[in-house]
């Protein structure tokens, strides 16, 4: 409804406010069990298309911490090299270790294909779903860490959909593809980091299967659908739980002077988009209302040959409550958009011999300074008021 001013009707007219009442009723109604004309709950109606969706956008912030960030990249490092600070290596005709040029970045997914290594134990692969030019990368205006090291925000241009990340299967096979092995749902994604190997130098993985021991990292075209050896976890059917034992490591070394300084990494960084609560639930099928059976999800698990079930609820992260936080998240499009804090670290490896040299020479003032007096404040009075 349009209400022309006045000033559009005739030059001496002049323009007011005009109020029109709409009234409104409101007529109680009973609604009866079975009803065909039933209300629409918008609610109602969000969350289950929010529970429906299997597809997600992730989007978050990268911290990089690393004695190697900001280091010049070169064949052979005196053991000064290793202690600069960022801004004294700096030079733009040369390249540096930063997370732009170290790694290559994937998106993978847990599979159902694992391997097993005997009582509850499994290794798991990984699939990837997206490739690093799906992913972009990029410097946080004014965030720094602790160090002084710049942050990095991190955005996948993909949506990542769970129906149909396996593709080597049927495509119209997709109640199985949001499980891992073992009926699990799949609860997070994971960002894989594979450290660019410059100068030919051999990256190494744990080998779970000989005890461990480490081998050569040889997957260097790696596609979509390929798969990622990754870390061992541990099932409690019983008690419906899953705990990664083993988490799974990168090595690779650097030339510091006469030693070889090896340097160790996690390569898979959780993104979190489910959580089980934390009541275990139980049901037994025999002489149980259809009702109640009916509430038992597909995922959970037959425990024994006499129809008792255990599970624990899926909560999608956005309605999960953790004690005094409640998670929201953007759902739009038919989207869940997921954000993440994310912690990437390599450090040198001290259960390597020569690299245990290495930094048991600390580089140090040649005078200190020591400080004789006495605290007078009482530590238990820490953070009260005067």
């Not at 390569?267 to 038992?296: A, G, M, R, V």
């Amino acid at each position: 409804m349009n209400i022309q001013l006045g000033s559009h009707k005739s030059i001496d007219s002049i323009n007011v406010d005009n109020n029109n009442i709409i009234g409104l009723t409101n007529k109680i109604r009973n609604f009866e069990d079975f009803e065909l004309n039933l209300f629409a709950n918008s609610s109602e109606i969000f969350e289950n298309e929010y529970d429906l969706t299997e597809k997600y956008r992730l989007y978050g912030s990268i911290e990089y911490i690393s004695i190697l960030n900001g280091l010049e990249i070169k064949t052979l490092y005196r053991k000064s090299d290793l202690f600069k600070p960022f801004y004294d290596l700096k030079d733009y005709d040369k390249k540096y270790y930063d997370i732009f040029n170290s790694f290559d970045i994937y998106v993978v997914i847990p599979t159902k294909y694992n391997i097993s290594l005997g009582n509850n134990k499994y290794i798991r692969q990984f699939e990837v779903v997206c490739k690093p030019e799906d992913i972009v990368i990029q410097n946080v205006g004014f965030d720094n860490n602790v160090y002084g090291d710049k942050g990095y925000y991190f955005q996948i241009n993909n949506d990542v959909d769970l129906k149909y990340f396996d593709v080597n299967e049927d495509i119209e096979k997709i109640k199985y593809e949001t499980y891992e092995n073992f009926n699990y749902p799949i609860t997070d994604f994971y960002l894989y980091f594979k450290f660019k190997d410059f100068f030919g130098a051999n990256i190494m993985y744990n080998n779970w299967l000989n005890n461990p021991t480490k081998s050569i990292l040889t997957q260097n075209n790696i596609n979509i659908g390929d798969y990622i050896y990754g870390d061992v976890v541990e099932i409690n059917p019983e008690n419906f739980s899953k705990e990664i034992i083993k988490n799974q490591t990168y090595y690779f070394n650097l030339s510091v002077e006469d030693k070889i300084m090896v340097n160790k990494y996690n390569p898979f960084l959780p993104i979190k988009i489910k959580k089980y609560s934390e009541e275990l639930h139980t049901e037994n099928i025999n002489n149980t209302s259809y009702i109640d059976i009916n509430q038992i999800p597909e995922y959970a698990f037959n425990i024994d040959n006499s129809g008792n079930y255990v599970w624990r609820t899926l909560n999608n992260v956005s309605n999960y409550i953790d004690e005094n936080n409640v998670v929201n998240t953007p759902f739009i499009n038919n989207r869940k958009y997921l954000f993440n804090k994310l912690l990437l670290n390599t450090v040198p490896d001290i259960s390597d011999l020569d690299t245990k040299i290495l930094f048991d020479e600390i580089i140090t003032p040649n005078k200190f300074l020591f400080i004789n007096n006495t605290p007078t404040n009482d530590i238990n009075k820490l953070g009260k008021t005067c």
